[in-house]
């Protein structure tokens, strides 16, 4: 991400009040789980889009509450993650907002396909919102469905109420902190805050997609 951005996010995230409603944390993709949509507060196709970057999909429009660019559509089905449908915002909504323009086929026009570049873990909030983080997918619902996938395919799904979520997020941060880029970033964070404690709480809520759909051992 641009400095001048993360900067920008660092003041955002110490000197903005949270507001009541959703508008201004990140648009997540969406998931289809037992038959329903469900929010995705995780990335799936991030991985195959730096490895990609030509496949990217891209829009005029640009929004604070949509920094990737494009929410995903995916679906858990016969043991599987599968990539359904990508949309990106178009302008001129008709309640003069935007809408949502489909690209699957200008860009996987093989959709529906199986994630197979995707290894980690699918954090899918449920039930009402508990404490809203005005950052990303920071916020926090009342239970959460954890479904680890590797390769594509559903090795484990796990039920957290809140507590036992808040106790994974914590021992997955500390994975995390043990990492170079932890180390990397608290140092840049550091230099905009006013303590240490600001700085490791900003990359706790700034990170959190990163670091919870990980299963991978820290490097």
């Avoid at 507001?19 to 507060?41: S, Y």
Wanted: proline share 6%; glycine share 6%; net charge neutral.
């Amino acid at each position: 991400m641009d400095r001048t951005l993360w900067g920008l996010l660092a003041v955002l995230c110490i000197t903005c009040p949270a507001p009541p409603a959703r508008a201004t944390g990140q648009a997540p993709d969406i998931i289809e789980i037992d038959g329903k949509e469900a929010d995705l507060n995780t990335n799936p196709l991030a991985p195959y889009l730096s490895a990609h970057p030509e496949q990217r999909p891209t829009s005029d429009v640009v929004s604070s509450g949509l920094w990737r660019g494009y929410i995903a559509h995916w679906q858990i089905a016969e043991g599987a993650l599968r990539l359904v449908k990508v949309e990106v915002l178009a302008g001129g909504g008709s309640s003069g907002g935007e809408d949502m323009k489909d690209v699957t086929a200008q860009y996987f026009p093989q959709a529906p396909l199986v994630a197979t570049w995707y290894s980690g873990a699918l954090i899918i909030p449920r039930g009402e919102l508990v404490n809203y983080v005005h950052m990303g997918y920071a916020s926090t619902y009342e239970a959460y469905t954890v479904v680890v996938v590797k390769n594509g395919i559903v090795a484990k799904r796990d039920e957290l109420p809140l507590a036992q979520f808040e106790a994974y997020r914590r021992l997955k941060f500390d994975e995390f902190k043990s990492t170079k880029l932890y180390a990397a970033e608290f140092k840049r964070a550091r230099k905009q805050m006013k303590s240490s404690t600001m700085a490791e709480q900003f990359l706790f809520e700034f990170y959190a997609e990163q670091y919870l759909s990980s299963i991978e051992q820290p490097k």
